[in-house]
């Protein structure tokens, strides 16, 4: 079974399913694009992970690497294995240092825990040409603004949580203030507006 390597280009809310986001994975070494729509629990700890916020409460999936580090065993990567009837299926492949062994996972899931190991992801031949979407059509299509999440995932180049600019003037807060702010919004784990924040504070510290 040949393995293909995905990426993380982008993650954004569904226009098609209040409540949901759509991920969205590319080939590393092709045009093609895979999305998954995924619920808001899972994309929070994606997106946190991606724009490397520290919680102050571990998330459950933080929790599963912790477990796993204490039992010994570490994730080797990630497989997006199977999709049926429109529903994904995948795999998080796992060692404890004698033995190989699969644990079934929802993509969602198995994204956010080897995001979490730094594991790369695969997905299979059979997935991608079943539901991947090839990169010239998505940019034909790129200024239509229909519901459909084909064209969603075009503008998700960059995780949602990193691309609004704080509400707050910038001009008019301070440095203090701002760091403040952001110890409030980690404490409230508001972490769409922890990495509003903590953008700006990169933008002044730059």
Avoid: W
């Avoid at 492949?93 to 929802?106: H, K, M, P, V």
């Avoid at 691309?163 to 807060?173: A, I, K, L, W």
């Avoid at 952001?182 to 510290?205: F, M, S, V």
């Amino acid at each position: 079974m040949k393995k293909i390597q995905l990426e993380i280009l982008g993650l954004s809310s569904s226009q098609s399913q209040s409540g949901s986001f759509a991920l969205i994975l590319g080939e590393k070494t092709g045009n093609r694009r895979l999305p998954i729509i995924i619920g808001m629990f899972e994309a929070q700890s994606i997106a946190i992970q991606i724009e490397k916020i520290s919680p102050n409460r571990p998330l459950t999936h933080d929790l599963f690497k912790s477990f796993a580090e204490h039992v010994h065993v570490t994730i080797l990567e990630v497989l997006i294995s199977d999709l049926k009837e429109g529903v994904f299926y995948s795999k998080i492949i796992c060692s404890d240092g004698a033995t190989t062994f699969e644990l079934d996972a929802r993509p969602s899931d198995a994204i956010a825990i080897g995001l979490r190991f730094g594991v790369p992801i695969f997905t299979v031949e059979s997935v991608l040409s079943e539901a991947g979407i090839i990169l010239s059509d998505l940019d034909e299509n790129a200024d239509d603004t229909d519901d459909d999440d084909d064209q969603d995932e075009d503008d998700t180049d960059k995780p949602t949580p990193s691309r609004p600019e704080p509400r707050e003037p910038s001009g008019q807060v301070s440095l203090d203030e701002l760091t403040k702010m952001l110890a409030q919004a980690l404490e409230k784990e508001d972490y769409e507006k922890a990495a509003k924040i903590r953008d700006e504070l990169n933008k002044r510290n730059g």
